[in-house]
């Protein structure tokens, strides 16, 4: 059996023997443990605990009879069941949590504010996070948060997929506005996938906002919610520095107010005096 079907119930969160039990099983269908030990390779003294823990998740239905069989779940119906189990214990989770809540506040908040007192205001202004998943998982985050507008400023959105799920949900509920680099600008073998996203985006979010900056960008990120008043906002953004190479770079995190309204000027700027339409 090739890797690749297994490869596609990794996502299930299933332990090696359970992928390829119950692949073998959407294959061959209603079938016995020894003969499904006997396909697979998986040990018979395993087979039953396999098959127990995928019977206990919904994924396959257990046959009574001498011999016991076992029969799968259509493929839809494994794909519900899993989300299923997953919304069930993260609300288990989340009851965990809020029965600790105070006990959990009332050790460590103390712990927390003293150690603060120490802290200067200019070392509050910034944290930073590695470029790559963090700063991705950093930046779903704040579509998530935004309860206003979402500004984007970015050389080709090459990340989009990664945050198009968070994208599409922030739409719902909030403005989202990308400036892209104009691809003259971007390097020649960067500019089909520029192109690429910019009509994806067009086709299938047109009320996400697109312009192009004439001029180079000297940062680039995300910023929600800024205020003239300085009492708001949020942004991840990361400066170029084209010799380093992405691995080996930081983004910043910064909950300034008076910052993130900055960032939102300059982005007024260049949106308003030093962009296009897209070029294409």
């Not at 400023?153 to 892209?180: K, M, P, Q, W």
């Not at 192009?212 to 953004?237: C, K, N």
């Amino acid at each position: 059996m090739s890797a690749e079907p297994t490869a596609l119930l990794e996502q299930l969160g299933l332990t090696e023997y359970e992928q390829q039990a119950l692949a073998e099983l959407l294959t061959l269908g209603r079938t016995t443990a020894p003969n499904l030990a006997e396909a697979t390779g998986i040990p018979k003294a395993r087979i039953y605990g396999v098959l127990d823990a995928l019977a206990d998740r919904g994924f396959i239905k257990v046959v009574p009879g001498r011999p016991k069989e076992y029969q799968p779940k259509s493929p839809a119906d494994i794909l519900d069941r899993a989300v299923e189990n997953r919304r069930q214990e993260f609300e288990q989770f989340t009851h965990q949590l809020d029965e600790m809540r105070d006990a959990f506040l009332d050790e460590f908040q103390p712990r927390y504010e003293q150690a603060s007192e120490e802290i200067r205001p200019a070392e509050e202004l910034f944290y930073v996070v590695d470029v790559g998943e963090p700063s991705e998982r950093e930046t779903r985050r704040l579509y998530n948060d935004a309860t206003e507008q979402v500004y984007v400023i970015t050389n080709s959105f090459a990340y989009f997929e990664s945050v198009e799920s968070t994208v599409a949900d922030a739409l719902d509920r909030v403005g989202v506005d990308a400036l892209f680099l104009h691809p003259d600008l971007l390097a020649e073998a960067k500019r089909p996938k520029q192109a690429e996203i910019v009509e994806y985006i067009e086709e299938s979010y047109p009320e996400l906002g697109l312009r192009f900056s004439t001029g180079r960008l000297p940062w680039r990120g995300t910023l929600i919610d800024p205020s003239l008043d300085y009492d708001s906002g949020e942004a991840i953004f990361l400066v170029e520095e084209p010799t380093v190479p992405n691995h080996m770079r930081q983004a910043a995190i910064t909950e300034n107010g008076s910052f993130v309204a900055g960032l939102k000027r300059y982005f007024d700027l260049i949106w308003e005096y030093e962009s296009v339409e897209n070029p294409s």
